[in-house]
């Protein structure tokens, strides 16, 4: 079980950016999936989720309404669309599967700065 994430970077407040994930040695289909994020001296936040089926997500009040995941489970990927970013959103984000043990890539820095 694999997952890569990738599309972070660095973009000026009130930009946007579109993380993906995509996933390997294993088919997405029945799992949860979503992201967290970490800051420099804060504890890994949940951030977003998305059910097996895309019927049902999940999204931290922090990021309500700037922020939306979708999956393709014909690709075996998913996308975090993060629209409207403050420097408040500058972290590492991690995505996971999860059905019942949680697999996890690795980060990919988000940088939100003037």
């Known amino acids: 079980v694999q997952l890569q994430a990738f599309g972070g970077g660095l973009v000026q407040p009130g930009g946007s950016l579109r993380l993906s994930c995509a996933a390997s040695?294993?088919?997405?289909?029945?799992?949860?999936i979503g992201w967290f994020r970490q800051a420099p001296g804060k504890e890994r936040e949940a951030i977003s989720c998305i059910n097996n089926n895309g019927a049902s997500t999940y999204y931290a009040d922090s990021v309500k309404g700037r922020f939306t995941i979708s999956r393709d489970n014909a690709k075996n990927t998913m996308s975090l669309q993060m629209n409207n970013l403050t420097p408040e959103d500058s972290a590492v984000y991690y995505c996971?599967?999860?059905?019942?043990?949680?697999?996890w890539g690795q980060g990919t820095q988000v940088t939100v700065s003037s």
């Open positions: 040695g294993f088919t997405t289909d029945y799992y949860v």
């Open positions: 996971y599967a999860y059905d019942g043990t949680k697999y």
